[in-house]
T-cell receptor, first 115, second 110 residues
Framework: DTGVSQDPRHKITKRGQNVTFRCDPI?????LYWYRQTLGQGPEFLTY????????KSRLLSDRFSAERPKGSFSTLEIQRTEQGDSAMYLC?????????????FGPGTRLLVL | DQQVKQNSPSLSVQEGRISILNCDYT??????FLWYKKYPAEGPTFLIS?????DKNEDGRFTVFLNKSAKHLSLHIVPSQPGDSAVYFC?????????FGTGTSLTVIP
């Protein structure tokens, strides 16, 4: 399987706990994006990486959220002190490295439920 | 503010007929547009895209039309099949960021 993978697929946690999600992009893709999707909405941009560099962050990404891509391969998204409003599907996508116009390929997502 | 809008939350079409999904955008700087299909419990799957220098792109049963003056794009599926039943998202890009609509749930009735 050469697609984007995410782990875990589901996470239930109590308010105030920390959670970490992992994304493994398609191997030759050097750009990696994180999105959040809530019910009835489209994916909302959170942040993206070009190799290991985090180049842009949305204002949606509060200081409780941090993302890393230490070796330019897999990425992690951590949420500290989770709140019920963090309950959502967290999607990762990666893009082909060449060309002006990119097409993103999405992973299956991690569904987070904060109780 | 929602820069990409899909004003029809749902659409039902008979099998074999044409499905037309619409999308409007507000940012004239968008230069690349995409359609994604999403099944429950899965991530969005890329379907078809179009550059702002074109007004039509076709791939099998799927055709995307872009009307830049109206800031409107549409996805045509002909003929529609039951397996096309899914949520369809349009997305627009200025380069590094992608903006998604809220989706249209398409049901193709056998």
């Amino acid at each position: 399987d050469t697609g984007v993978s995410q782990d875990p697929r589901h996470k239930i946690t109590k308010r105030g706990q920390n959670v970490t999600f992992r994304c493994d992009p398609i191997s030759e893709h050097n750009r990696l994006y994180w999105y959040r999707q809530t019910l009835g909405q489209g994916p909302e941009f959170l942040t993206y990486f070009q190799n290991e560099a985090q180049l842009e962050k949305s204002r949606l990404l509060s200081d409780r959220f941090s993302a890393e891509r230490p070796k330019g391969s897999f990425s992690t998204l951590e949420i500290q002190r989770t709140e019920q409003g963090d309950s959502a599907m967290y999607l990762c996508a990666s893009t082909l490295p060449y060309g002006f116009q990119e097409t993103q390929y999405f992973g299956p997502g991690t569904r987070l439920l904060v109780l | 503010d929602q820069q990409v809008k899909q004003n029809s939350p749902s659409l039902s079409v008979q099998e074999g007929r044409i499905s037309i999904l619409n999308c409007d955008y507000t940012n004239s700087m968008f230069d690349y547009f995409l359609w994604y299909k999403k099944y429950p419990a899965e991530g969005p799957t890329f379907l078809i895209s179009i550059s702002s220098i074109k007004d039509k792109n076709e791939d099998g049963r799927f055709t995307v039309f872009l009307n830049k003056s109206a800031k409107h794009l549409s996805l045509h599926i002909v003929p529609s099949q039951p397996g096309d039943s899914a949520v369809y998202f349009c997305a627009a890009s200025t380069g590094n960021q992608f903006y998604f609509g809220t989706g249209t749930s398409l049901t193709v009735i056998p």
